[in-house]
């Protein structure tokens, strides 16, 4: 078993910077790729970033590509989400979510749709413009 606990979400102004962590429970959080997802308002959960469980490989949603940067710290069971140059269109929730496939399938609508692994509560962020 796996628990996710997001943090770090909040108000911030277009062009800002914000971090968000997802801290994970569980001896085996190094096993697993993890990914970020958001939902905003009205719409469906969409795929935002993913990271293998060695931290070696990494995909990205093309709104997201050259904003958003992930990382993993396994020593730490904890993977972030970095967010510089936000847009309004960036609020949402976001989601931690853990998954036993790899960072580019985890980025794949089909995957989403089947569900992930381990999935957290979310975190809230607002982008005011």
């Known amino acids: 078993q796996v628990q996710l606990v997001e943090s770090g979400g909040g108000l911030v102004q277009a062009g800002g910077s914000l971090r968000l962590s997802c801290a994970a429970s569980g001896r085996t959080f190094s096993r697993y790729a993890m990914g970020w997802f958001r939902q905003a308002p009205g719409k469906e959960r969409e795929f935002v970033a993913a990271i293998s469980w060695s931290g070696g490989s990494t995909a990205y949603a093309d709104s997201v590509k050259g904003r958003f940067t992930i990382s993993r710290d396994n020593a730490k069971n904890t993977v972030y989400l970095q967010m510089a140059s936000l847009k309004p269109e960036d609020t949402a929730v976001y989601y931690c979510?853990?998954?036993?496939?790899?960072?580019?399938?985890?980025?794949?609508?089909?995957?989403?749709?089947?569900?992930?692994?381990?999935w957290g509560k979310g975190t809230l962020v607002t982008v005011s413009s």
């Open positions: 979510a853990a998954d036993g496939t790899t960072a580019q399938a985890m980025g794949a609508p089909s995957k989403l749709s089947r569900g992930m692994d381990y």
